[in-house]
């Protein structure tokens, strides 16, 4: 059963890094796990904590925020928002029964799209061994 | 030709109720002119009085309360068939209020807990005899039962009841004031707020006019419907939200938490000293909303 398993992650990246980034992984070829949807933002600092929670309820298996390196972000101080949304937001999740592990928050530049590629592997790693969401609508 | 009413109640704590009769002098007005056929928080009716009358005869009913067993969910599907216009009276009807915090816990826990380990208890059991079965979680009367009107509050402030009441027996619709609670509070707002601590209610007294949130108070204000008259932080109580979510708001908790955390100052709060000031995640930011926030209940593992 659990062999089976192919999570379905969401990835919600930032326009000027991460996104950049996994478009430089697209054009040298390098391979990253089709799990990860990605969708695009303007900010991390514009990652409303209502999307991640839709997305779970959705069943999505992980989610993964990933911006502009602390610093770099483009409209300032959007990553450092985000940064403490996740921690917030991971809480939450916890005292809903939904392991904070299935939320992940990372800072990945345009040109670092073998990070990228790492990242999402490894996430993927860690939402295979965890299982199907709890919130995953048995089909 | 009076107006018939009915007032139920639900799993509750009373407070609507008591709110409603909190009206004062106003109610001298109000009641000639209400005929009551059902209130057995206040007289002994009895279930089969309701549903003995005919559907559709009572003008308006009130339900205060959530469904906590099928005794509940049964009165509330016969008061929706027996009232032209139905109100969610309060916020544990409207969305679940503080007791549906329980939906973070399984339902045998929590009847264990109270039943049979509570510190007052004395070779306690789970009583299973002539009580009605317990639903496993809270749902908003909503998800059950069509609603005309909404009146939110924990309870609702006896002016937003009367005004209300007021426009009903007019034969008006009701409508409530709909913007954000920071929008009535009187407290002087800046533009840009940059909290330097998160405060817990109990840490040091508040400036007596200044917005309690930039003094470092969780006031959940920002996320809150406004209509109960910004009671509390005008006496110096940061907001706890009992008006349930503000305009555009899917998810009350998940919009404060985002708003704290982009009005901390990201030098002196890391994101490890915010989740300790806020400690309870849920209980603080989704304390009267848990049931119709986006994740409603917990999920629990399979033993
Ligand atoms: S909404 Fe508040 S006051 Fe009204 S019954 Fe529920 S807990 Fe009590
Ligand atoms: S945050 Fe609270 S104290 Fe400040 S304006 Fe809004 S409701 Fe008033
Ligand atoms: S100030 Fe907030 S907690 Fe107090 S009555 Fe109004 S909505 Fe409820
Ligand atoms: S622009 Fe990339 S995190 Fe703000």
Redesign the interface.
Known sequence: MDGDFEPKILGIFCNWCSYAGADMAGTSRMQYPPNVRIVRVLCS?RV???FV??A??LGADGVLVAGCHPGDCHYV?GN??A???????K???K????EPERLMLKWISASEGAELVKTTEEFLTVIKELGPS??RKKS | MPVKVMFVQLASCWGCHQSLLDLHETLADVLPQLEIVFWHTVVDYKLHDVEKLPDGSVDVGFTEGFCRTEEDLHLLKLARQKCKLLVSYGTCSTYGSIPSLLNLYPIEEALSRKFKEAESVVEGRIPDKHVPKMLEHVKPNREYVKYDLFLPGCPPEPPLIAGVVTSLLKGETPKLKERTLCDECPRVKSDVIVLKKVKRDFEGIPEPEKCLLEQGYICMGPATREGCGAVCTSAGVPCKGCMGPGPNVMDQGAKMLSALASIVDYESVSPEDLVKAVKDVVGTFSRFTLPSSIIPKAVFKKK
């Open positions: 600092g409303d904590p209502q929670l839709k779970f309820e101080k450092y928002r940064e403490r949304r996740i921690a917030l937001l809480e939450m999740i005292q809903l029964g939904i709890p919130l």
